[in-house]
């Protein structure tokens, strides 16, 4: 299974346009298509901010193209476009990723699969040290995870870069229970005295941290868009 997870720049005074599009226009569209989109959010902290984010799931490559040139071979989404963007473009710029599911990201048995996800939700695109895959992920799954949910967070996803800008990179996504809860866990995350030491250790023995530099956007599930659980995934 792939991932396609999309960050869009929006032109300022459009985001709802950009809403409105999704919510009226792309449900029977997507369906018609077969495109799996199996979140939206408003990203409302983080680089470019606000930015609009969605997430696409599907089988493998070949599904993804298959879905795509038929999407874009459709009249009624050229139609759609011209008359949703007004003579004025919405997105200004964005950003493409193709994810594949980390083992630190067990597929969820079908009974949670479904539950809905509120709160706020956090997506990081972790740089990972160079050379140093193995490691990372031992801490990733030994350590790291754990301290996150120590923290109060629920690890929604964990996915490995497939393509995209910056290959080295581990992408994780969140949901704290509101922005205080992430505050506090975020703090709680600073001073813990396990990841000091992990990471004091790492410096010791490969003479970097093994999580390097992140990007996070903080982001809010789209209007009308209910999460689950699952994003797609369940177990077999």
């Known amino acids: 299974m792939i991932y396609e997870l999309r960050l869009y720049a929006v032109a300022p005074g459009r985001m709802a346009d950009v809403h409105a599009r999704f919510n009226e226009h792309f449900p029977a569209l997507f369906a018609k298509h077969g495109v799996d989109c199996v979140a939206r959010w408003n990203a409302v902290a983080g680089p470019d901010a606000p930015r609009f984010v969605y997430l696409m799931a599907y089988r493998d490559y070949a599904q993804r193209e298959a879905v795509w040139a038929s ?66 992920n031992a801490f990733l799954q030994e350590t790291w995870l754990p301290r996150v949910r120590k923290a109060g967070a629920r690890v929604l996803a964990v996915w490995d870069t497939a393509a995209g800008a910056g290959m080295q990179k581990i992408v994780l996504l969140y949901a704290w229970p509101d922005a205080a809860a992430w505050h506090a866990g975020r703090r709680s995350m600073d001073g813990d005295e396990t990841l000091q030491a992990a990471f004091a250790a790492q410096r010791r023995q490969y003479g970097t941290a093994l999580f390097e530099r992140s990007e996070v956007n903080l982001l809010d599930p789209a209007p009308g868009m209910i999460i689950r659980a699952g994003l797609g995934r369940v177990a077999d």
């Open 71 to 136: 999407f874009y071979a459709d009249a009624e989404w050229w139609r759609i476009r011209a008359e949703t963007n007004a003579g004025h473009e919405m997105v200004e710029r964005h950003d493409l990723f193709f994810l594949k599911p980390n083992a630190a990201w067990p597929a969820p048995l079908a009974r949670d699969a479904g539950t809905a996800i509120g709160g706020l939700h956090e997506l990081v695109q972790q740089q990972i040290a160079p050379g140093q895959n193995a490691h990372a």
